[in-house]
């Protein structure tokens, strides 16, 4: 079974995608994520020049070999935008062996660890009152883990809080806008959120807390101690990861679990961080991090010390990445959480799927391959509009981590 052509798609319902979509000899196709948010036509001209050609003509049955060729065999390795497109690749050849074996991929991974996939949704809101009313409507939702962000008395905007309520898009302009932070304003703020929300909802909803790189190891350090009465389950991206060893003060100083890796892209980014036993729980994703093949082999490494997984599943991944994600939860041994923000109509209707949430769990499609599709006439409804992630920077106008 061989592949004859390769389509990279570029759509826009509501946000923009990209999606591969790997045509066989045999007539059955499957799909692939390729979306790298505010960079999405990168990836797309990678693959179309450089992917598609050395595609064509390739056994499709041949995953692993496939991901060797594409990853040792260029020069220029890792990286985001080589390695969504990897992951593009990897994703679609696992829906086709699923399809063609008439199985769903969790199957193809071992079979089901669990019954079903815990996910967290987002409550964010400018005040504290606001978030509470927003948790309470997870909760009534069925959710059992909600991660909380509210604006900091102070500053004008804050990243994670959006204008409407269930729904957050960060990617909010074509040039990138300006956030304002200040660590001293929202390390005094957050214990204070996490007090009224555990008072409001008891001990037992897992509750998580997002950082997004912005602070120092030893601030870090001081906002997990004061965090550690409400007993969250984790504080993640407390820093920027790139020196993997500064995770140690954070580690040496509170009990608050950390998790890390949405913007990681290979086993390289997290080695240390795993084999030291720095972080409880790895954020890496589908279609960042190289697609199932890869992602495996992260939770593989992180199963033997102690870390689990807890992808990442914000908007910006298609429903095509989520899709993959669950399988890939459902059958590793150490599944964490994964996060679920829900799609807006107009992108469900362009990824048709199969996968459904029910009492707090997400359960993949019991379809053979992944469960997920792309309503190509449907996508060329929506062209792509330039969209970008903002920047932060301190009161002062210093360029700040985001
Ligand atoms: O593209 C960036 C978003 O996915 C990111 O801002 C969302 O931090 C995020 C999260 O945890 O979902
Ligand atoms: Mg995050």
């Given amino acids: ?117 815990t996910v967290y949704g987002h409550a964010n809101a400018a005040s504290t009152d606001e978030v509470l009313s927003e948790i309470a409507d997870y909760v009534e939702l069925g959710y059992k883990a909600v991660r909380v962000q509210t604006g900091v008395p102070g500053l004008e905007s804050t990243y994670g809080v959006g204008k409407d309520r269930m729904f957050y898009e960060p990617a909010d302009a074509a040039l990138p806008t300006e956030n304002a932070w200040s660590t001293a304003h929202y390390l005094e703020h957050v214990p204070t959120v996490f007090a009224r929300v555990r008072e409001e909802f008891g001990p037992t909803l897992r509750l998580l807390h997002d950082v997004h790189h912005r602070l120092t190891p030893i601030e870090a350090a001081r906002l997990g101690k004061s965090l550690e009465p409400y007993h969250l389950t984790w504080m993640e991206d407390p820093v920027p990861a790139e020196l993997q060893e500064g995770f140690r003060l954070i580690r040496q100083h509170t009990t608050t679990p950390i998790a890390v890796g949405e913007v990681f892209n290979t086993i390289w980014d997290c080695r240390q961080l795993i084999t030291e036993q720095l972080i409880d729980y790895v954020r890496a994703t589908v279609v960042h991090a190289g697609g199932i093949t890869h992602l495996r082999r992260i939770f593989d490494l992180a199963a033997l010390h102690h870390v689990r997984s807890g992808s990442h599943g914000a908007t910006d991944l298609s429903p095509v990445c989520m899709a993959a994600a669950l399988h890939l939860d459902l059958a590793i041994p150490n599944f964490g959480l994964q996060e679920y923000m829900r799609h807006t109509p107009a992108t469900d209707a362009v990824f048709p799927h199969g996968y459904h949430f029910a009492d707090g769990y997400l359960h993949p499609s019991e379809e053979p391959g992944l469960g997920v599709d792309i309503d190509e006439e449907e996508a060329a409804r929506y062209p792509y509009r330039p969209a970008s992630l903002p920047v932060n920077r301190l009161q002062d106008g210093t360029m700040h981590d985001w």
């Fill in 1 to 117: 079974m061989k592949i004859v052509d390769a389509r990279v798609i570029v759509t826009c319902p509501d946000r923009n995608f990209v999606t591969l979509k790997i045509i066989t000899s045999s007539g059955v196709y499957g799909v692939g994520d390729a979306t790298l948010n505010g960079r999405e036509l990168s990836v797309a001209a990678y693959l179309s020049e450089h992917v598609v050609p050395a595609l064509i003509g390739r056994d499709a049955s041949r995953i692993e070999d496939t991901w060797q060729y594409l990853y040792r065999g260029a020069y220029w390795r890792r990286g985001p935008v080589t390695m969504s497109a990897v992951a593009a690749v990897d994703t679609a050849l696992w829906d086709i062996k699923g399809k063609v074996a008439g199985l769903p991929v969790y199957q193809l991974l071992g079979g089901r660890s669990r019954e079903g996939v």
